[in-house]
Nanobody, 122 residues
Framework: QVQLVESGGGLVQAGGSLRLSCVVS????????VGWYRQAPGKQRELVAE???????NYADSLEGRFTISRDDAKNTVYLQMNSLKPEDTAVYYC????????????????WGQGTQVTVSS
């Protein structure tokens, strides 16, 4: 099976920065589209950023260029650099990846991490 494990969350003051990491492990043939989502209390889960294997990115308009998604294929790791954090960024952040597994016959499967808490104080 495939597992996604996030790390790097925590408590930070407004204006600070955090770098989230998502390590993908298991029987992987290829990691295709990856993304970060977040869910604040009382709200639906929303897309933060996504990144294709070809390097195309898509960001939520509300982030205004403060967040950057990247990937290191040699380490099977996805990153989210978060700068100029605001209290409204407080949420559980989830890593998402569409993965083709070994002997999966080209089928892409949607996997999610367990989430990591990001809390921004004012």
């Amino acid at each position: 099976q495939v597992q996604l494990v996030e790390s790097g969350g925590g408590l930070v003051q407004a204006g600070g920065s955090l770098r989230l990491s998502c390590v993908v492990s298991g029987s992987i043939y290829s990691i295709n589209l990856v993304g970060w989502y977040r869910q604040a209390p009382g709200k639906q889960r929303e897309l933060v950023a996504e990144l294709s294997s070809g390097g195309s990115t898509n960001y939520a308009d509300s982030l205004e260029g403060r967040f950057t998604i990247s990937r290191d294929d040699a380490k099977n790791t996805v990153y989210l650099q978060m700068n100029s954090l605001k209290p409204e960024d407080t949420a559980v952040y989830y890593c998402n990846a569409w993965i083709t597994e070994l002997y999966g016959y080209g089928v892409q499967v949607d996997y999610w991490g367990q989430g990591t808490q990001v809390t921004v104080s004012s």
